[in-house]
């Protein structure tokens, strides 16, 4: 059984979307159960609109539910404290940290890696504005050069998203072509995380 922890510093940088769509892409390779530690509940909200490939239970559900999988994706609450944080990593195979690539998200990415220290962890670069923008590219480059350890893959920004979100489903079941990319984005990423934890 491989654990992965989506948790992130601040709100808004995608972590629950990255939750739900590394579950549909480890669902396709093995019994995958999504654990909604977020106290929004969105991916137990999300699962309860429509209907997604793999189970969804919130943290006191998942005790009874979590044997038998083969990989566990736990969506945290936002802002965990460095103490939070050392232990997340510590109960885990990977950690992963979405943020979004501006200046402000800097500093306290910076910060989060500082307390990780030598923790399995990577940064993940989400809602990234489409080309011609630079942004995504100029922000994995600092995190490169601050010694982060970063996905070479990017999330980018979709509108696709938010309609996946309404019907409940994963953005690969939304049928307009730019949705389709913002899938590949994820399946991208998920072969990264298999190589990471050696299950390629």
């Known amino acids: ?18 939750a739900i769509h590394i579950a549909t892409f480890f669902s396709d390779h093995g019994k995958t159960i999504l654990v909604d530690g977020d106290p929004n509940r969105t991916a137990l909200s999300w699962s309860q609109r429509g209907k997604l490939p793999f189970t969804v239970a919130d943290e006191r ?5 979590i044997s038998g999988n083969d990989f566990v994706v736990i969506d945290t609450p936002a802002r965990p ?16 940290l979405p943020t979004t690539p501006d200046i402000i998200s800097l500093e306290p990415m910076l910060q989060t890696a ?5 923790a ?8 990234v504005p489409p080309a011609p923008s630079k942004e995504g590219a100029a922000m994995r480059k600092d995190l490169v ?12 920004r979709s509108a696709g998203f938010q ?38």
Do not use: H
């Not at 559900?61 to 539910?65: D, N, P, R, V």
């Not at 500082?114 to 030598?118: A, E, F, H, K, Q």
């Not at 399995?120 to 809602?127: K, S």
């Not at 899938?183 to 990471?196: F, H, N, P, S, T």
């Open 61 to 65: 559900q998942a005790m009874k539910l």
């Open 145 to 156: 050069d601050n010694g982060v350890p970063v996905f070479k893959t990017m999330i980018r």
């Open 81 to 96: 404290n460095s103490d939070d944080l050392k232990e997340l990593a510590k109960g885990c195979d990977l950690l992963i």
């Open 1 to 18: 059984m491989k654990i992965i922890t989506v948790t992130g510093y601040k709100g808004g940088v995608a972590k629950s979307n990255t």
């Open 163 to 200: 309609k996946a979100a309404f019907e409940g489903v994963p953005i690969r079941d939304i049928s307009e072509s730019r949705s389709r990319m913002a899938w590949r984005d994820y399946q991208a990423l998920g072969k990264e995380i298999m190589e990471v934890l050696g299950d390629d």
């Open 120 to 127: 399995n962890y990577r940064a993940l670069l989400a809602i």
């Open 114 to 118: 500082s307390d990780l220290g030598d």
